[in-house]
């Protein structure tokens, strides 16, 4: 049995075929997913759809990437984390790649996060990208170590991977990993233990092969497991098991 541990069900790509969407996931045997929550608009999407499917869990959070959106206090976002289907606080942390500095703000934002989670003692969903050196800086001034989580779609060195997991965070790899040209990161997914892996869609995006080029779903999540499956030389049932079992002990659900 497999879990999604990070899908996005709420954006429209899914949302016009959602009944479709998770009755294909159903019959992969991916017995859960996590709904991730981009924005605070969006929560209430996010949310609806946990409420209503048992499988289905929800974050809440701001992505970094968003310029154009109200910031979130540590006060708004504990509220929204007290619903017993909220079971982590993002998608957070920091994203290089498209904007550019003076980028304060969205370091202010992940810092929000960060003690949110805190506060709440539930994980935090962290994406980082062209940031490694501040993302990692920022979870270790802020004791993201008392609150855990995962980095999500996992595309960094094995020297990020090391110093995440030195936090007591997960590394979780998506349909990338799958990719021909992913060579660098086949290699360090060799190396991250599967008692610290988690597995993801990233659904709408990032389709592993070899359904690459589409739209994404979560029913597609057992096509990763079986790329770290042979990279680790083991089979797909036993990366199944590890990493639904880590989902299980990371969120408490399950």
Known sequence: MYVDSHCHLSF?????????????????KVVAALNVCTTLPEFPAVLAVAEREADIYASVGVHPDYTDTAEPTVEQLVALAEHPKVVAIGETGLDYFRLKEPLEWQRERFRVHIRT???????????TRAAAEDTIRLMQEEGAEEAGGVMHCFTESLEVA????????YISFSGIVTFK???????VAREVPLDRMLIETDAPYLAPVPFRGRRNEPSYVPHVAAKVAE????TSELVAERTSGNFSRLFKVL
């Open 12 to 28: 429209p790509e899914l949302t016009a075929d959602l009944p479709g969407v998770l009755a294909r996931m159903r019959e992969a």
């Open 117 to 127: 989670a805190r506060a709440v003692r539930k994980p935090l969903i962290i994406h």
């Open 181 to 187: 040209n992913a060579t660098e990161l086949q290699a």
């Open 231 to 234: 990279l680790h030389n083991v």
């Open 162 to 169: 090391r110093a995440a997991m030195a936090m007591g965070f």
